[in-house]
Each structure stands twice: as C-alpha cells, then as structure tokens.
C-alpha cells in the first residue's frame, strides 16, 4: 500500500517532528515525511529536517498579509504532494480559509487533556488549578482554536513537586510516543478518495 505524503509545519526545534519522522522509517507506517515547513527561517528543527534528507520550506510571515503568507505555504505543500499535515509546535494560527481547504487532512498535538487549557500556558494552569493528571492530546484542526475531534490523549500524574518545566517535560515524553502512533491510526483509516475540498 503506498504511503501517504505527510507535510509538517513547526516553528521552534520540531523534537515532535523528529518523533514523526523517526517513526515513519518503520515499514508498516503509513506515511512518509515529503515536507518541513515553517513560519522561522531560523528554525532549528529546519536544519535537522535538512540533514534527514527532508524537503524543507520556511516563509517569514513579518510584512506579509495573511492570505499571502498563508498562499506561499499552500503552494510549498501542493509542491511536495502533501495529503495531510501535521502540526508540531506550529505557534501561528491558521486562517478559516486555510482551514476549510485543507479540512480533514490536519491535525495538531496538544499539551494539555483537552477540552482542557486550551491555548498557551497550558502546564502553569493545570498546576494553578491543583490538578492530579496533566497530559496531551492530538486533535483534528478546526476553525476554533483547540476544538476539533480528539484522536488521541495520553495523561502524566501531576506530582507534588512539579513547576511548569518539569510538568512540560514529563508530558513531552509522552507527546513524542502519542503523535506518531495517533498519526499512523489516524491515515490508516483513510480511504483512497479524500477529496481536496
């Protein structure tokens, strides 16, 4: 069965993106990674992308409107065949038009249980509340920020000692098993005729 052509959008070193990528070398995964794309030239998990042989693309969006931004990210992904795109530490919001376009075919992981936080600090709030389990979630991209269907979560007991960092870095852990798996699942049940909309 052919694979399926998996873009990847980030901003920072992409450890999520190397996660998914590490695993796509395995031979019953359903994808391959034809694309690293992002929004910071400088980005680090740009030059790792780079040196696995990956595709990369990076568009600064500072003095661009938007939708330009936006049409030179879209165009990169067209280029490399991409069937569906994952989000890994992408801190851009992406637009209601982008969205539809590509609906279905992106998802994103989060560090919290959502319907939990969703948004940023996610780890500061669940300690501020006194939670008992922290963790993360991989959801379908909607027009709503954090909103869309839940295809995965693992959770992370909350200890008593945590701080911000050390409770990020626990459900990191869990984040780098969680996304390729869910991600595999995920295009596994695709059929072949997802239509672009």
């Known amino acids: 069965m052919a694979k399926r052509r998996l873009a990847i959008l980030i901003s920072g070193r992409g450890s ?3 996660a998914l990528v590490e695993a796509s070398s395995a031979v019953d995964c359903p994808y391959e990674v034809v694309l690293v794309a992002s929004d910071k030239p400088a980005a680090a998990g740009l030059a790792w992308a780079a040196d696995h042989g990956i595709a990369t693309f990076a568009q600064s969006p500072k003095g661009l409107p938007k939708a330009e931004y936006e049409a030179a990210i879209n165009a990169a992904l067209r280029e490399a065949g991409a069937e569906a795109i994952a989000l890994a530490g992408y801190m851009r919001l992406l637009s209601d038009g982008f969205v539809a376009r590509w609906r279905g075919r992106i998802v994103n ?26 963790g993360c979630s991989v959801h379908l991209v909607t027009e709503e920020l954090d909103a869309g269907e839940l295809l995965g979560q693992a959770e992370v007991p909350v200890l008593p000692d945590d ?26 049940g695709w059929s072949d005729g997802i239509p672009f909309s």
């Open 109 to 134: 992981i989060h560090p919290s249980l959502l319907p939990k936080y969703k948004g940023l600090d996610t780890h500061a709030r669940a300690l501020a509340a006194g939670d008992a389990v922290a």
């Open 163 to 188: 701080t911000a960092d050390t409770l990020s870095a626990r459900v990191l852990e869990q984040e780098h098993r969680l996304y390729p798996e869910t991600v595999a699942r995920w295009l596994r």
């Open 16 to 18: 999520n993106m190397a």
